[in-house]
Structures are given as C-alpha cells and as structure tokens.
C-alpha cells in the first residue's frame, strides 16, 4: 500500500525529476493481492485501479500479524547495548561518548 502511495504521488508531481527511490526490491513478499508488484524496465507502474489501485489480500495481513506475533519487533532497529532501547523521533535519548558498553548482534 506505501509503494502504490508513493508510485501515485510521484506520478502526479510536476517538479519531480528524478526517479523515486524505494527497497520494494528487497521484499519477497507483500499483502496486496497478486504478490508483489512488477518491476517493467526498471520501473513499476501506477496501478491503474480504484483507490491506490491496489487491494489489501487479507489472508496475508493474518498471516503476516501472526509471525510479527511470535517473533515481535524487527531487530533492524535495536541497540543490542541497550537492550529495550527503541529509537524515538525526535530522539532526546542520544549515546553517551563515554559510554564502554559493547555488544554483539545476535545472529
């Protein structure tokens, strides 16, 4: 739903460039019905179809809030040095310099 928002707010800018930059193409999967969307020449075209063109397949949001479920918050984003640290934007909790704590990311 993101990348069918950004594809339709791209489309329409007047002032817009260059091409929009996304990491869709990381992805293996996505809960809109089809899978994930098709890159043609490099590109992914506006979906063309009520709404943002797009529709939720619901049968994967389940599937997907399941696992977010059983293994929790996505570790891209922690301190394996603090942990329970999460960031905040803005972020008033900023690393001490003087700080000797080290850590390993668990792999």
Not at 78 to 99: H, K
Request: glycine residues 10%.
């Amino acid at each position: 739903m993101q990348l069918a928002t950004m594809l339709h707010l791209g489309a329409i800018l007047p002032g817009l460039s260059f091409a929009a930059d996304a990491h869709y193409h990381h992805l293996v999967d996505d809960v809109i019905e089809g899978g994930l969307m098709r890159y043609e020449n490099g590109a992914i075209r506006v979906p063309d179809g009520p709404g943002l063109g797009v529709k939720l397949d619901r049968e994967k949001v389940k599937q997907y809030s399941e696992l977010y479920k059983r293994l929790g918050n996505y570790p891209y984003d922690q301190d394996p040095a603090r942990p329970g640290w999460t960031p905040l934007v803005p972020n008033d909790r900023w690393a001490s310099p003087t700080d000797t704590r080290t850590g390993s990311i668990p792999f």
